[in-house]
Each structure stands twice: as C-alpha cells, then as structure tokens.
C-alpha cells in the first residue's frame, strides 16, 4: 500500500517532445479525431499520407477553442478512403461541419460527461494517434464509436444494428503487449538471464515499464500516453484511503493485495529493473506499482498465460457489464400474492441456463493471429457495447480493476460479509459445519443471506431434539418452522444492526459525501461507492427481515388471505437448485491477476 500520495502523474509521459507534439495534435485532429471515431472507420486506406495531411493539415479558418474548420484538408482525406470508408466520407464531413457549429455556438466548449479527475485538456474521446497506430498496423473496426458515456468516462456504442456473436474489434497480434512480445525484446531476455524467474504478470510489468522509458521511440508510444495517469486499485490506494473502507474483512482485503504486490516488486521486479538500467524514475516502487495496476484493469484473456493476459490497444475502452445474477434464497417470499404453485419460476432458474450473462468477450484467433472481441446480444444504434470479465463482488472490482457498480441492479454479485463477532455462538459452529472451514456470513447484493449463512442460521435456531426431527428440512432449504423463522430474522436484523453501529459513518452520510462530491483524491470517492454499498447490503437486509418477521408474528400458523388466494406461511419454503446445492456463489470467481 502505498503511503499518502498517488502515483506521479507524469509516471506514464514519455518526454517533453512526445508531450509537445501530443498538445499539438490535440488541436489540430480536434474536429477531425471527432468526426472519424464517431463513425466507424471503414474500408481499407489506400493512401495514409493523405489521410494524415488531411487532418492535420490546412490553415483555412480556427473555431473557437483551437478547433480546424471543417474545410480543412477534406479532399486528402476523401482520397485516402477506399470503398465503403469513400461512401460515409460525406457523413463524415456533416459531422464534422455538426461539431464545428455546436463548438461555435457554445463558444468553444462542446458538453460531454467527463469526471472531474481529467483535466481540460482531454478534448475528444479518443486520442487521434492511437487512432493511427491502430489504423496503421491493421486494426479493422465494427459499427462501433468511442464517447463519452456517463457512467465509466469513456465507452464504445453501436452505430447500426449489431447482431449476437458478431465481431466488433480485430486487433492485429502485433501491437498486443504480451509476455510474447517481451519475450522478444533482446534487452529484456539479457536483464532476466541473470535473474531468478519472474511470474508472467511481473514479466508484463516490467516490459511495460521499459516500454514506457524509451519514449516516442517505443513502438507502442502512441498507445502508452493513452494510459490513465494514475489508478483506483488496492494496491494503489494510500494508507488514508485503505482506512476510509471502514469494514476490516475490506480493509484485509486490500493489505494483502498491497503485500503481494510489494512481494512482486522487491522479489522479482527489482532486479530485473536495475539489470536494465533506465532512469530511476521507470525502476522506482511506485512506477512498479502503476505498472502492476495497469496490468490488472486493462489486460484481456490469452489462453496460453491466464495470469498475465495481454494489452490490447482500442480494446480496453470497452466497459464492464455483469453477469445474470446468482439464485440466491427470497426471504420475501413468505410475502408474494400468489401461490406458490402459480409462481413462473423462469426468473429464478435464468442464471442457470445463462452463466455467461449478456456482455461481450474477446480471444485470441491464433489463425489470424488478432485478438478478437465479439457482442453476445443484439445491439441498437447509440446503445453502449459491454464486455463480461466474469462473476465480481464490488470489493474484487475494486481491488483489480479501481471502480465499483452500486446497486444490486447494477451488480448482482456484490455481497457484504458479517463480521463473526456479531453472530451467536451457535450460528457460527454451523456456519462451520455446513460449509467448512472457509465458509462465511455472506449477504447478497439483494439483501437476502447466502444458502449456507441461512441454513446455519435455521439449524442454530432449532433445540437439539428439534435438530434431529427437522434438520432434513433445513439441509433442503426448507424453514423447519414459525417459531425457529422468527428468531432467525430477529438474529439476522440484530447482526446487520450491530455491523452497522461498529462503523464510523452511517448510510445517510456516506450518501451526501457523494452528493456533495469534492473528494481530494478519486481513490476515496470509490472507496465512499464501496463501503456506502456495503451499507446499503446491510441496510436491505434489516427491510427484508422486518417485513418477514412482521408477517410471521402476526400471522403465525393461520392463512393469509390475499387476492382471493389462501397461502400457509409454513408451506412457503424456499428451496435452493440441487445444481447449486454445494456452494452459495453460482460460479467460482476468476482467479485474480
């Protein structure tokens, strides 16, 4: 963990004349960076000199805010497009002319969700020489364009219609920054020869960072200046912010995310980074760390080292999307309207048939040699494209990739761990019976406990004689009874009570903390998201219980008659799939980076 600094801001530039032509060309593809990623960029370029002159070129009339004329350069463009890119050129050039109009007539500022942690500088949503390189070495482009969306910063939304299973990015294998390609680096093979072996992650880190120290001259710079700055992830966050958690399972979390990484650096990278003798600045803990944080939010999956993936220019400015949601127990059941027998029970076996939720995906087709990402849903125009890393708790999103999706809606997977001291005794010997040693009180996104928490409780709250007629019953996720439901929902409302007190700040304060905004740094933001869905978990689950126990205090065994249908409280039960039975969560989580 880092102490109360972030990492230098300059830690990924390259150098004050890779910086200066980066400024410059900020103004000079201003419109025209614009105008070819809102469209797709189609057909094949038969003239990339021309391409180039067009949009930098020209001097025929400045808007506001250093923006060209649409006039600029638009017959060298139009001649370095073949094909379909030839048809859309006067699309392309509307759109142009558009964001000129809107620029003047806002006076040089064209609105756009940005966060408040980018400076002013950052004009488009994308930089016009990544743009190039990408063009340059062969990426082929779907109806996709990059904007500003307004949760995640940046995004990727369709242009046209986009079917399921369609590929929507082809990036050639040759600008992939891979343990491959460091392999292939003599100065890196020479610096590791000497050395004990790296793991492939702190491999990548290390060939990133001598990348990075060679400036404009890197093959790669064009895509490395595009890189974040700084970053959000455990093993960045400053001793302040790693406290500001408030839950200690979160804060432990982090502290072994921070020691591994410090393992990473002092144990396998250090020597390597001194072998290549660059500046101290690219070989510093700090730099490392960036590196590391880089890696573990950007890269995607290679099927020949899981570990360390691969950085795929353009890719990684698609955002995350969840999975269906687990099957999780329904304490509110014992509530519904209707019988039991007329219940449509599609909704609670979806997540069984479709484990890979609806986000895209991406592979490395070794025939083509490009990484691949493909849509698994149908995508209108203006719809935002996601990608599906896998299954995350909002503390794993955290910790790897520096952001978290509030709301059980926004992430299904997210849950909130009791700390056992609020537990009676008796619950936690059969939290540890039921599920083992390394079973937990877990609480899902939607406030209901996880199979194995509520079985533990069930059985902690019947005597032993009642353990040995109803056990069976509470082993097939059955409640064994009224009285036995009530004390566990009175349990579980004192434990989620208690968690709650034990915390520095409460829900309503956490809330107007990001209401207010205004954070000094945007580690403690997202660590204000976290712990206020924390809390927010908790919160739900006190609803819940209430409601149940309401329901079954002033009903008990009688019939509860609702929309002319008589439902017993003692045969609502609820069960768990056979399929599911062994394990709370619907799918193992990926192995972190």
């Known amino acids: ?51 180039n002159s067009g949009l930098s070129g020209g001097n025929s009339g400045t808007g506001k805010g250093g923006m060209r004329s649409s006039s600029d350069g638009s017959g060298s463009i ?85 079917h399921a299973n369609t590929c929507v990015l082809r990036v050639p294998r040759k600008i992939l920054l891979s343990c491959e390609s460091a392999r292939l680096d003599a100065d890196i093979v020479a610096a590791t020869s000497t050395c004990p072996p790296l793991s492939s992650i702190s491999l990548l880190a290390v060939h990133l960072l001598h990348e990075l120290s060679k400036g404009p001259a890197s093959f790669w710079a064009d895509y490395l200046r595009s890189l974040p700055p700084s970053y959000t992830t455990a093993i960045s966050l400053s001793t302040t912010e790693a406290s500001a958690l408030q839950v200690p399972y979160a804060q432990h979390q982090v502290a072994i995310a921070a020691r591994a990484a410090d393992l990473r650096f002092t144990d396998q990278a250090s020597p390597v980074l001194d072998n290549l003798n660059f500046p101290s600045k690219w070989r510093s803990r700090s730099a490392f760390l960036w590196a590391l944080s880089a890696l573990y939010s950007r890269t995607m999956f290679l099927g020949s080292d899981s570990e360390a993936g691969c950085l795929t220019p353009f890719g990684d400015l698609f955002n995350y999307e969840p999975p269906e949601a687990p099957y999780t127990p329904h304490l509110e059941l014992s509530l ?14 979806a997540s069984l048939t479709t484990p890979s939720g609806s986000g895209g995906d991406g592979c490395l087709n070794t025939e083509t040699n490009e990484y691949c990402i493909y849509v698994r849903k149908d995508y209108s125009p203006g719809e935002e494209i996601f990608l599906c890393y896998g299954r995350y708790t909002n503390l794993e999103l955290l910790e790897h990739y520096g952001f978290v999706l509030l709301g059980a809606d926004q992430n299904p997977h997210d849950t909130a761990v009791l700390p056992w001291r609020v537990l009676p005794e008796a619950v936690i010997m059969q939290i540890e019976a039921i599920g083992g040693s390394a079973a937990e009180p877990i609480i899902h996104a939607n406030g209901n406990p996880s199979w194995e928490f509520l079985r533990a409780l069930r059985m902690a709250a019947l005597t032993p004689a009642g353990r040995k007629l109803k056990s069976s019953a ?37 809330e107007e903390l990001l209401r207010k905004g205004g954070f000094k740094t945007e580690g403690l933001q997202v660590v204000v998201q976290w712990r206020c869905g924390y809390k927010r978990i908790l919160s739900k689950t006190i609803e819940i219980c209430t409601k149940v126990l309401k329901a079954l205090a002033e009903d008990g065994e009688s019939m509860k008659v609702t929309n002319g249908h008589a439902v017993s409280l003692i045969n609502l039960n609820i069960r768990q799939p056979k399929l599911l039975a062994k394990s709370s969560r619907a799918a193992a989580v990926p192995t972190p980076k």
């Open 336 to 349: 519904t309207q209707e019988p039991l027998e007329e219940r449509d029970c599609d909704a609670t076996t």
């Open 78 to 162: 139009s001649s370095g497009l073949v094909g379909e890119g030839r048809v859309r050129i006067s699309s392309l050039l509307a759109s142009a002319n558009r964001a000129l109009a809107r620029a003047r007539e806002d006076q040089g500022e064209i609105p756009r969700c940005k966060p408040p942690f980018y400076s002013d500088k950052d004009e488009i949503a994308v930089d016009p020489d990544l743009l190039k390189f990408c063009i340059d070495n062969g990426t082929h482009f779907g109806n996709t364009r990059v904007v500003f969306v307004q949760n995640g910063w940046r995004g990727v939304i369709a242009t046209q219609n986009i």
């Open 474 to 510: 509470v082993l097939n996720d059955e409640k064994a009874d009224d009285e036995s439901e009530i004390w566990v929902m009175k349990t579980l409302i004192k434990a989620c009570q208690e968690s709650l007190g034990r915390l520095p700040t409460t829900l309503n304060e956490d």
């Open 1 to 51: 963990m880092q102490e109360d600094q972030s990492i230098s801001p300059t830690v990924h530039r390259q150098s004050s004349s890779l910086e200066e032509g980066f400024s410059s060309a900020k103004e000079d593809f201003a419109i025209w960076g614009v105008a070819i990623v809102e469209l797709e960029v189609v057909g094949n370029l038969q003239n990339k000199s021309s391409i």
